[in-house]
Each structure stands twice: as C-alpha cells, then as structure tokens.
C-alpha cells in the first residue's frame, strides 16, 4: 500500500430506482476528470499536481449497486464520456456504458415495456406489479467486456473491491441460548435479512483470501453470472420489481466478516448457497460504513486520523440523489395514518446506523462527503434552487419517474455530471495551508490561484484542468428549455396497457373457480379501469409538484 502520495476515495452510491441515471453521470464525469489527470502527468505538461488519488472500493445499494457493478465491468476498457448530445438527443449511447444501462435502457418508452404482459404470459405466475424482463438484457449487456481492448486506470485499484447490499428473504437463522423456568423442547430462533454479495476484481480463484469477497474475472467469466444475479437482486425494488434468486458458494457466507456475528456459531451449510433477494435498500440503502470497514483495513486509519483534514489518507463520497431530509409527521391516531406512519417506522429504523450517527453529525469531518442534485430552475420567469429528488426528473413517483420518458434520464445524466464537476471543483477541497503530505507536497511549486475552489479558496483533492462553463451544461429537450417535460396525452396513452395489466394481475391471483367464473371477470373489467385511473392521477400529480407535466 501507498501511503506517501497517495489518497484512497471510497464510493458509496446510494438506491435510487430510475435515477441511477443520475450516480451513472456523476461516475461518468469522475473517470473523465481522473483520467485527465493521469494524461496530463504521462505527458509531462507543467503544473501538474504530483499526488496520486485512487479508488479501492465502491458499495451500494439498489441502483447504486448496480452501478458499482457496471463500474466494476467498464474499467477494464475504454470509456468515452458522454460530454454532450448533438442532433437526435434520444440516440442510443452504445460507446459509454454508464449511459447506455441507465439512460438508453432498452427503448424510449419504458413505461410500456414494464406493463406488458409478455411475463405473466410465459409462467401463467404474478412475479411482480411490472414486467421486469428488460432488467435482465441489461444486466446481460452491461457486464460485457471488450477482451481486445483492456486497459488499466492507475486510479483504480488493480483489486478493486465491489459489494452490493441485499435484503434476503430466507435470511439467516441463528438460535439464542435463554435460560428459562423448564426445559425448552426447541432453542429460540431469531432470523437476519441484512446480505451482502461481495466482490474482488481481476483475481482468480486460488487467489482467494477466505475472507468472504469473491474473485471476479471478466475475462475468465470467474462469478460474472453471480455479479449478474448480485446487480438485480439489490435492484429488485419490492413488489414492482421481480424478486431474484443468487447462488454462491457457503464458504463466501461464511467467511465475510459482516456476516461473522451471525455465521461463527451458526455457519450455513457446505455448497451452493441460494435465497431469494429483494432490494438492498430496503435495509441498508446508504452503506458508508462498509465503504469506510474496506478503507481502514487498506490503510490502517484511526478514527482521529481519517477524521482531520491535516492527517487523513482517504475518505468515503456518497453519490445520493435522494438524500434524506426531514419528514413531516402527522400526529392522528387513525387506522390509515397509523398505518402509513408504522410502516415508515419501520422502514427508517431498518436502515438506522447508530454506531455511525456521532460521525455524520459532525459537518467538519473529513472522512465523508455527498454528491446530490442540485440546480437551478426557471419556472414563469421565477428561478427556483431545488436539491435532492425536485432538482432531478427521475425523483417523481418514488423514483419510478425516469421510466416514462428518456428525456428525464437524460437530464439527470448530465444533471449528474454538472454537480459532480462542481462538486470537485468547489467542494472535494482541502485547506491551502494543510501540513497533510500528501496535498502539501502533490501541490509543491503549483502557482496558488490554480486548482482552488471559488467557494473558500481551498485546493482540489483532484485537480481540474477545464475551462469553468458559463452556458447551461444540460441539453435542450423537447419542451424547447434544459427541463423536459410531458403532456397530459403522454400520460393518457399508457391508460388501456395498464387496464390490461391490472386485469391480468387480478384474473392470476384470484384463479376463479365454479360459478366465480362467471363473476369474476366482470367485477376485473370494473376494477381494472378504477384502478388505472387512480394510477394516472397519482402519476399526472406527482410529475405536476415537480412541475414536469404541462
């Protein structure tokens, strides 16, 4: 390990359903600006910061998972970034995978793919409220590699680790010795859910450490199907999406030591080790610790250390682009508040950190930053600041948005994009006057005014070499501004596809019988259109308060 000059950068990316869209342009700016960066040194050109930063680990969950799989496939390859969109702005992006998994997809209208019946059709079973089907091409496209064309990015560490996190349903079974008035017939069994499916990159098989993390090759094909099954399983959002099953081997449960409370004394069995998944963020959707576990074990940092800009050698970026923000609580003992107020409890306290609340409330704490949506908007000759999910199109309907239009992938691409250049340019800083090594000799003899933040005039952790843009970095869309927006007729059209998949749903659960054949069908026709109906309205009122529908 490099210690002298080098500073390690940690990714956490965080669920974001069809706004993975926007963690794929915040990625996709970071790899163009670290290789930059790796270009102007090979060259030899003149103030050129000496430090080096480099990437050990990436974490997510959900479609911050997911992504940090496709980063684990792409590295290995050439990346052309995606800087802007000339002519037919809806033009697949076959050369820049980031882009062609989130934002191409497999067609325009995704909305009309994920209602297709085509799923239920072929196992005559109800797997899930939408068509999942097109997930698997992706994850199928998203983890080929070019073998002819391998390169190596010395910011990404040749082992590079990559985990995903999952909720899993089978879970792990542990019994809890209770002493107790009698004798008790069978031990007291508690069950965990909380899964992760980890992954060390160019390694083979004898190369591996018994620790939990699986070798992944891309060029021997070594756990590229479990990658495969890993990325859709903590993107199997509950419900709307298929649950996914993945199958690794025991000692890779066994041996990781986040599942070693649970597995010392109750190991699963030898062999192939499968359950059924669903989204890894319905338990753990922002995992900064893991990412932090991974880099004190690389670099051997104490809290106090990786805590002080003077002496830290590596940090943890969260990639967010919902991040949390107070709720609004309604005090009414009704049946239906309590019930939407209960399973929100339960949803927070899954995914609750104590043992790292005291770190993220201190805001001077150098072992942590947050990339999120930022932007402004003109709405009737009014400019509105919006953060977090409002400042992107993809946050409408609980980040289901982006799956009815390409034009809201598209801006939050490079909505993306835009933030994470301004965030390196202004924010990933660290004092001009540190006495930190690493920065104080990587900057030695570079004149002052270059690489400094027009925040606070601190220095960039990585050196940016562009011109600063003074025009709008988003494209313009169909609506004729940088905001897309639909129309009431781009919502209606999706009416009789969703009566038919409600009716399609509801015939396969009820499988009538007797005279119930009779009724059944009739009261599916009434139901059917109710039920699309209110779906509409919710969708037409969610896109209007973020005002993208006119």
């Given amino acids: 390990m490099e210690t002298n000059n080098t500073f390690y950068l940690g990714l956490c990316m965080a669920g974001a359903v069809s706004a993975g869209a ?19 040194k090979k060259d030899g050109e003149k103030d050129v910061p000496t430090h080096k930063v480099v990437i050990p680990v990436a974490g997510g969950a959900s479609a911050g998972g997911m992504t940090g799989i496709i980063l684990a496939s792409a590295v290995n390859n050439p990346i052309t970034p995606i800087q802007k969109l000339e002519g037919n702005i809806l033009k697949q992006q076959p050369q820049n995978k980031f882009y062609h998994s989130w934002v191409d997809l497999t067609q325009n209208d995704m909305f009309s793919a994920m209602l297709d019946n085509g799923d239920i059709h072929q196992t005559g079973r109800v797997t899930s409220l939408l068509n999942s ?45 209770f002493k107790s008035t009698e004798n008790l017939t069978s031990p007291y069994y508690i069950t965990r859910h909380n899964d ?40 199997a959002f509950p419900v709307g999406l298929r649950a996914r099953r993945v199958t690794r081997h025991g000692l890779y449960v066994n041996q990781l030591s986040w599942l070693k409370d649970v597995t010392k004394l109750n190991p699963i069995n030898d062999g192939e080790y499968e359950s059924l998944f669903v989204d890894g963020g319905l338990i753990n959707n922002e ?77 001077d704490n150098a072992g942590q930053f947050l990339v999120s949506p930022s932007r402004n908007l003109e709405i009737n000759g009014e400019i509105k600041h919006l953060q977090g999910a409002k400042a992107i199109a993809c946050g409408t309907l609980g980040g289901f948005g982006g799956f009815l239009s390409k034009e809201f992938r598209i801006h939050d691409f490079f909505l993306g994009r835009a933030n994470c250049e301004k965030f390196l340019r202004d924010y990933f800083t660290v004092p001009a006057d540190t006495s930190n090594p690493i920065f104080r000799n990587g900057y030695q003899d570079i004149p002052d005014h270059l690489f400094t933040s027009q925040v606070d005039g601190k220095r960039q952790i990585i050196p940016i070499f562009t011109e600063r843009k ?38 396969n659960l009820l499988k009538p019988t007797g005279l119930m054949r009779l009724t059944i069908p009739l009261l599916v026709f009434m139901t059917s259109g109710f039920a699309a109906g209110k779906i509409l309205g919710s969708i037409k009122e969610s896109l209007r308060e973020s005002d993208l529908l006119k």
């Fill in 470 to 507: 003074n025009k709008p970095y988003l494209p313009e869309f169909s609506s004729g501004t940088n905001w897309p927006v639909l129309k009431e007729k781009d919502i209606e059209r999706f009416r009789p596809m969703l009566k038919k998949r409600v009716r399609k749903i509801i015939k």
């Fill in 22 to 40: 926007y963690t794929a342009g915040v990625l996709d700016y970071l790899l163009e600006a670290l290789d930059h960066w790796e270009r102007m």
């Fill in 196 to 235: 992760y499916a980890c992954f060390v990159l160019n390694k083979n098989q004898s190369e591996y450490k018994n620790d939990g993390w699986m070798p992944l090759d891309f060029r021997t094909g070594l756990h590229v199907d479990v990658a495969r099954n890993a990325a859709m399983a903590t993107g």
């Fill in 287 to 363: 995992p900064f610790d893991r990412v932090r576990d991974c880099l004190i074990e690389l670099t051997g940092e104490k809290k106090k250390a990786y805590e002080s800009y003077d002496k830290f050698c590596s940090t943890v970026v969260m990639i967010d682009p919902f991040p949390s923000k107070p709720g609004n609580f309604t005090d009414n003992d009704q049946l239906g508040n309590v019930t939407g107020n209960t399973f929100s409890t339960m949803m927070e306290q899954l995914r609750d950190k104590p043992a790292s609340l005291v770190d993220a409330w201190d805001s």
């Fill in 133 to 177: 089907d097109f997930i698997d091409e992706v994850a199928t496209r998203l983890l080929d590699v070019d073998k002819t064309r391998w390169v190596t990015r010395g910011y990404i560490a040749e082992y590079l680790k990559v985990f995903v996190t999952l909720s899993n349903l089978k879970g792990f079974q542990f019994d809890v010795a």
